[in-house]
């Protein structure tokens, strides 16, 4: 069941971008490979995305997403930061019994999508996933950035929802996922992100953070009657908005 909700999410995301103009919005896809030392080989697959339409706004994702930088100094930033404190003798040359020679494989995803944007509100999603050689298992994260255009910030969840009761919250989890005592804190509010779909909302705890790896992405429907009770004015106005873009 989680997979399915999760190609849920997905699937509702690809359809609130379709139903944006792209031709108000500027991408750039990079995808190559870099090798370190002869040994070390890193794909890197990153996409970016910007508005066109105003350059104040642009201006403004460019301070709040993209740590100031445009999307070349950003990639650099990101390949650097990938890479870190990367060394030669960490990848000493190996060769298989044939002779043919072993090269240690890293990849990094990361993906920033404009998925909604008014005159008051923009929302991206960054999706990220990332693999280290040697490394039991990659790791992927997902998160939705809404920035209040008059207040000029990203606004966190507490601008967003009210806390939820933790037995309301479990009770929802346990209803999709077999999940039964595995929490990994007390606390299961806040999520890591909200997001706002087609008339839904949903709560998302990326791996790690309330459950081990192997239940991966959590996310939740918030059925009508709990979204409107907890949802704060500002969400709601969110809310209102998507439901009539569509």
Do not use: H
């Given at each position: 069941?989680?997979?399915?909700?999760?190609?849920?999410?997905?699937?509702?995301?690809?359809?609130?971008?379709?139903?944006?103009?792209?031709?108000?919005?500027?991408?750039?896809?990079?995808?190559?490979?870099?090798?370190?030392?002869?040994?070390?080989?890193?794909?890197?697959?990153?996409?970016?995305?910007?508005i066109n339409y105003s350059d104040e706004i642009a201006n403004l994702i460019i301070t709040l997403v993209y740590n100031g930088k445009n999307f070349e100094e950003y990639l650099e930033y990101i390949e650097n930061e990938f890479i870190g404190g990367a060394r030669e003798d960490l990848y000493p040359q190996i060769y298989y019994d044939d002779g043919t020679e072993y090269f240690y494989s890293s990849y990094l995803s990361k993906k920033y999508t404009i998925e909604f944007y008014s005159d008051l509100f923009?929302?991206?999603?960054y999706f990220s996933y990332f693999y280290y050689s040697g490394a039991a298992h990659g790791n992927y994260l997902l998160k939705y950035y809404i920035i209040d255009l008059t207040e000029k910030r990203i606004l966190?969840?507490?601008?967003?929802?009210?806390?939820?009761?933790?037995?309301?919250?479990?009770?929802?989890?346990?209803?999709?996922?077999?999940?039964?005592?595995?929490y990994l804190r007390e606390n299961i509010f806040p999520p890591d992100t909200l997001y706002f779909g087609n008339n839904s909302i949903e709560l998302i705890w990326n791996t790690y953070q309330i459950t081990p790896y192997s239940n991966g992405i959590i996310s939740i429907e918030l059925p009508d009657l709990i979204n409107q009770q907890y949802l704060t004015e500002k969400g709601k106005e969110i809310k209102a908005l998507l439901n009539n873009k569509k």
């Open positions: 069941m989680k997979y399915i909700n999760l190609i849920f999410l997905f699937l509702f995301g690809a359809i609130l971008n379709s139903c944006i103009n792209t031709e108000k919005i500027v991408r750039m896809d990079y995808n190559y490979e870099k090798t370190l030392f002869g040994t070390y080989q890193i794909e890197f697959d990153v996409t970016m995305e910007n923009i929302i991206i999603k966190n969840i507490n601008d967003l929802i009210n806390k939820i009761p933790d037995d309301i919250l479990k009770e929802l989890i346990e209803s999709d996922y077999d999940i039964f005592g595995e």
